[in-house]
Each structure stands twice: as structure tokens, then as C-alpha cells.
């Protein structure tokens, strides 16, 4: 039986307090699911690991985590990082470059007992998640930012061949085994090189995949169509800070932050992270809704049982998916959803939900 290391990270603001849910369930589906074998392992990142290792991102936790097979990470709240400090490193985006996570997988879908502006939203926007606008991870040194005088900032945007198809190809990957239908976003009729070679990247790809039907959209219609007709897309690829802006906006449709999962994948390392950021507007009230941060660690067991061929981690992944279900349709939600349980009372109702599952449900559900 293979025995999964997974490296606990809290991070900032109601990090810790979504994280102490995630591992909460994750004890729990461990107990329901004998044959699967998880051990882990805390480290530290954020404020805190700055306060007590002096960075924010330690080596220690950078050399530990490689000895992990995956991990969770909760967010973190960089805008309050020193810009200067080499030691406020934004740890999210430094693990991802790292690592090399360069797919962001951030689904999105209706939950019953959750009224959302519309009934059937069920898409997955895979963001390339290596280079693109963001200053701290398109470049192998320096930040990406340019400022010749007070009053001037040249930003770098990098696009590669290379990232765009092994994005593309996780893409249309997912899409085979979804609705079959993957649109590309970009903005080509301005940015004629960069998204240009990376809707050429896609195109190149989606040849591989003849039973996927490719569309591509401008970014500002499809943001568009995204808000007026959402039920119809499947798999959204698209470059790094398109694919974030896109994934709030999915969110959004769907209930709001609290509902929207990532996870950051790699060939040989996955990282669980929600797409919301800290939230220190709720910070330390026990208010947030981790299942955001749950339904990343279910990713996580997903891809972990696909990619080891390990049944048990696709069935525990499945049981927490429907045990969150169940909590919500029992009404048991957070106030992001109307509801006024605590964060730690809906993690405590979760697993009762979860303990009450027939593992033989979980299966038939599952197919
Ligand atoms: P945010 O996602 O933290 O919050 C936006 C709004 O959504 C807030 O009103 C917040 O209360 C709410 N919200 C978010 N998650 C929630 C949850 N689980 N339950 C209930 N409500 C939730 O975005 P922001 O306010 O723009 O950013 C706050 C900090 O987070 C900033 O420092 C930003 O840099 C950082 N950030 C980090 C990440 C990350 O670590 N991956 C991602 C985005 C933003």
C-alpha cells in the first residue's frame, strides 16, 4: 500500500483556519478508507514562518516539501509583503515556479442547496501557472519589473512554446474525459506574439485530440459569454493572469470564492490550493468557508489515485466531493452561503456526513 506524504501549510489570514478543516477530513476519509495511506507533514510558510524563521518562505520547507508527494497549501496575504525584502517572498507563486506546478486546475460547478444566478455552470479553467504577467515568476531572476524613473514601469510578460502545450495538452487531457470541448482564451488581436504562439501551442495540441472540439475567444467577449451563458463551456485554457481573473469570475457564477478549488499541478508534484486569496477581512473569526480548501484536497486524492493508478484515492476523493454535498443539502452552510454555521461546525458536520456514506454509494456516485 503506497503511503502518501503531504506537506500541511497554513498560510495567512484564515489560512490556518480552512487548513485545520482540510486535514480534519482528510483524518476522516483516511479512517473510512483503510487501504489509503496518508501521513503529514507541517511546515511553515507566511507571516508566521517569517516571524519565527525569518522568510516567509524557509528553505527547510522548500528542501522537506520534496520529499513529499504532494501538499496543501492555504493562502497567503502578499499585498501586505515587503516589495523589497528578499525574505517576503510570495511563497504561493514561488512554490508554483519552483516546483514546476505550471497547470492550474480551477473547477468550477453548481452545488445543490446552493442557488447560484444559474442551475448547470460545470467548467474547469486550466491556467498556465509558470510564466505569463506576473513579475515574481516570469523570469529565472529578478522580478519581471522595470522601473526606469519614478514614474515609469515596464512589466515583462513571457510566453513560451513549451508552457503553452504542456498546459494545453493537461487541457484537452481533462476535456477527454469531461464534455469533449475546450475553449482557448486569449487576446491575440492585440498581444499578436504572445497569445498568438500560445493559441498556435493549443492549436498545435488539440491536433492530438480529434474527438475534442477547440473554440477560441477574444478575453473580453468570452468574459462576456462566460457571465450570459456559462452552462456551455467545459475546459477553459488559458494564460496566467487571464486564467485568474477568469476563475474569480467562474466562482462568482457558481456561490462565490468560498465553492472554488485548484490545484497546482507538475509532472512530479501537486500542490492543493483554493483559488481565493486570505480574506483577512474574516481573518480569526471562525466564520470562513473551507470548502474551497476541502474540495482542493479532493483534487489532490483525485490526481494522486489517477496518476498512481491507486482506486482507494479516487474513491476517498469521491466521498469527500459527496459528503460536501450532503452538508450542504442538509442546510449546514457558512455566511458566505447564507448560512450561519461555523467554519469549524460545518468541517465537524462534514465528517459526520462522510463517516454516514456507504463506500458502496461512494462508487456507484462516483461512475
Ligand atoms: P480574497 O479572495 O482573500 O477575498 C475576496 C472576498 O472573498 C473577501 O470579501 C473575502 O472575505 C471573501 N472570501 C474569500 N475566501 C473566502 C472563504 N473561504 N470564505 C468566505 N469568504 C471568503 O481576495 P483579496 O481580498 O483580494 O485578497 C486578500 C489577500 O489575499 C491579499 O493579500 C492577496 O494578495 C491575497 N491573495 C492570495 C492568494 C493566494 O494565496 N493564492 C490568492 C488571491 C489573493
Wanted: hydrophobic residues 40%; proline residues 5%; charged residues 25%.
Amino acid at each position: 500500500m503506497k503511503n502518501y506524504q503531504i506537506a500541511i501549510m497554513e498560510g495567512d489570514g484564515i489560512g490556518p483556519e480552512i487548513v485545520r478543516e482540510t486535514v480534519k477530513v482528510l483524518e476522516a476519509v483516511q479512517r473510512k478508507c483503510p487501504a489509503l495511506s496518508l501521513s503529514f507533514k507541517p511546515l511553515p510558510v507566511g507571516l508566521s514562518a517569517y516571524e519565527q524563521h525569518g522568510s516567509t518562505l524557509p528553505k527547510e520547507t522548500l528542501e522537506s516539501l520534496k520529499q513529499c508527494d504532494a501538499g496543501v497549501l492555504g493562502p497567503v496575504t502578499t499585498h501586505i509583503y515587503e516589495v523589497h525584502d528578499p525574505n517576503m517572498v510570495n511563497p504561493s507563486g514561488k512554490l508554483r515556479k519552483q516546483l514546476d506546478l505550471y497547470a492550474n486546475i480551477r473547477p468550477s460547478r453548481n452545488f445543490p442547496g446552493v442557488p447560484g444566478r444559474y442551475d448547470n455552470v460545470d467548467m474547469v479553467i486550466v491556467r498556465e501557472n509558470t510564466e505569463g504577467m506576473y513579475a515574481d515568476r516570469s523570469l529565472y531572476e529578478g522580478d519581471g519589473e522595470v522601473m526606469p524613473t519614478p514614474d515609469t514601469v515596464m512589466s515583462f510578460r513571457v510566453v513560451t512554446r513549451k508552457a503553452s502545450e504542456r498546459l494545453a495538452k493537461v487541457g484537452f487531457e481533462l476535456a477527454e474525459h469531461r464534455r469533449r470541448s475546450v475553449a482557448v482564451i486569449h487576446k491575440m488581436n492585440v498581444l499578436r506574439r504572445g497569445c498568438g504562439l500560445f493559441v498556435d501551442s493549443c492549436r498545435q495540441i488539440a491536433k492530438q485530440y480529434e474527438d475534442v472540439a477547440v473554440s477560441d475567444y477574444h478575453i473580453d467577449a468570452f468574459s462576456m459569454f462566460m457571465v450570459q451563458k456559462p452552462e456551455q463551456y467545459d475546459v477553459v485554457v488559458t494564460t496566467n493572469m487571464f486564467g485568474d481573473i477568469l476563475s474569480d469570475l467562474a466562482a462568482g457564477l457558481v456561490g462565490g470564492l468560498g465553492l472554488a478549488p485548484g490545484l497546482n499541478l507538475g509532472d512530479h508534484f501537486m500542490l492543493a490550493q483554493a483559488t481565493h486569496g486570505s480574506a483577512p477581512d474574516i481573518a480569526g473569526k471562525n466564520i470562513a468557508n473551507p470548502i474551497a480548501e476541502i474540495l482542493s484536497a479532493k483534487l489532490m486524492l483525485e490526481w494522486l489515485g489517477i496518476r498512481n493508478k491507486d482506486e482507494q484515492a479516487i474513491t476517498a476523493a469521491a466521498l469527500i466531493e459527496m459528503a460536501v454535498e450532503r452538508t450542504l443539502l442538509k442546510g449546514v452552510k457558512t455566511g458566505d452561503l447564507g448560512g450561519s454555521a461555523t467554519t469549524g461546525q460545518f468541517g465537524d458536520e462534514l465528517v459526520r456526513q462522510l463517516e454516514n456514506i456507504e463506500i458502496r454509494e461512494v462508487t456507484r456516485w462516483n461512475k
